[in-house]
């Protein structure tokens, strides 16, 4: 009887979390969910020059095996990114209508063109300026970064 109840009690446990957002249900959308954090939010800072390009791009792995062309990272704390899904919806450059904007905190890291993997060199553009998010989920919560 009682772990019959232990049973329960966990069941409803879990239901609850997941009603109310704090445990993501689907695996996939977690996986593109956690890739999103660790390829463009960066909390910590409010701007960088070339060198936090170069140091970030190689710490989260967008240098190898070749050099990733472009890449933005978000100055914001989570909790701000993700509001930016629960704005009306627009259409992503794929055609489909789960983008949303808002505008952030951001540095554009662009690669210089003559530097080669793992030894990326990239130049960067520290603004605020309107970003838009691919995004998905029950709650929502941003998975691609889509301008």
Known sequence: MDLQRTHSLLLLLLLT????GLVQPSYG????YQRFLRQHVDPQVTGGNDYYCNLMMQRRRMTSPRCKPFNSFIHEDIWNIRSICSTSNVE???GLMNCHTGVVKVTDCRETGNSRAPNCRYRAMARTRQVVVACEG??????????
Do not use: T, W, Y
């Not at 959308?29 to 593109?32: I, P």
């Open 17 to 20: 979390l997941i009603g109310l």
């Open 29 to 32: 959308q977690d996986r593109m």
């Open 92 to 94: 992503c450059k794929n």
């Open 138 to 147: 029950s709650p929502e919560v941003p998975v691609h970064f889509d301008a």
